[in-house]
């Protein structure tokens, strides 16, 4: 379903990736822990397809929903038209729905600076799951928020995860976020010999 083969990843010819293999079944889970600034969005740009300046071979659905840690919503669009702008199959019910399931459904009408940074989440996981897609991307979604909207939020994307069956990538700092969405570890981690180790944990 989604099987990368990364030989090298380079910028101005430093090499930022090397040797990243990753062979993901329909409905499995992987987290990617690693420090800061040691490649991760990196490695989750090239695994979505925004990023096809390396060396290697990526095999993926075409169909990918993608989460960022900022919500990227449009700002000139209501909470609504945010969902069917990205959705424009789904009909007047499905984004009702989506926006009842993530206790928006009063908000429809709101643009996204009307919102806190919670709902701006929540409307972000909403688009992302709105339409159901055979691979989930998420990076660092939960980072800054407080404890109880972070506990929210992983209970929602485990109930849409489950429902959906789709696979999903998390690139995550935080062990308990992988374990909540019932993911297996992987990391990015600097090593002396080849500069990044990508490694099951």
Known sequence: MLKLDLHRKSFAGHTVLEDVHLDL?????????????????????????????????????DEIALMFQNPTLLEWRTTKENLQIFHP????????????????????????RQ?????????????????????VLLDEP??????????????????????????LVLVTHAQDEAEALGAKYYELRNAPQNGVEFAAL
């Open 142 to 167: 939960f980072t800054s928020l407080d404890q109880s909207l972070r506990q929210e939020m992983l209970t929602l994307t485990r109930a849409f995860l489950d429902k959906t069956g789709s696979a």
């Open 25 to 61: 079944k329909q409905g499995e889970r992987v987290a990617i822990f690693g420090p800061s600034g040691v490649g991760k969005t990196t490695l989750l740009r090239i695994i979505a397809g925004l990023d096809k300046r390396f060396v290697g071979t990526r095999e993926a659905p």
């Open 89 to 112: 199959a789904s009909d007047e019910q499905d984004i009702q729905a989506a926006l009842s399931q993530v206790g928006l459904q009063d908000k429809a009408d709101h643009y996204p």
């Open 115 to 135: 919102l806190s940074v919670g709902q701006q989440r929540r409307l972000a996981l909403a688009r992302c799951f709105l339409t159901p897609t055979p691979l």
